[in-house]
């Protein structure tokens, strides 16, 4: 895997949080940021495709969005358990 170093600078607080949260998950404070900023990029990419959904089909319905949460807790509930 090639990586490329970055300068990056943060808030007082968040950079404590970071490390933290780092520490509590047993990585390296770039390792934790580079995961959080893969999340952050996955949510983008599941907007944009809700987005071009709709788009394309309409706006989802109460009855879609309510399933949708129902799935979306199933799963972070089987995260959790495992």
């Known amino acids: 895997m090639t990586v490329k170093k970055l ?45 071009e959904w709709e788009a394309d089909h309409g706006a989802l319905t109460a009855e879609e969005l309510a399933a949708a949460d129902t799935l979306l807790d199933r799963v972070l509930d089987a995260r959790r358990a495992s």
């Open 7 to 51: 300068s990056i600078a943060l808030d007082d607080a968040v950079a404590r949080d970071v490390a933290r949260a780092a520490e509590r998950s047993g990585v390296s404070v770039s390792a934790w940021i580079n995961r959080a900023a893969e999340n952050a990029l996955a949510t983008e990419a599941g907007l944009d495709a809700v987005r």
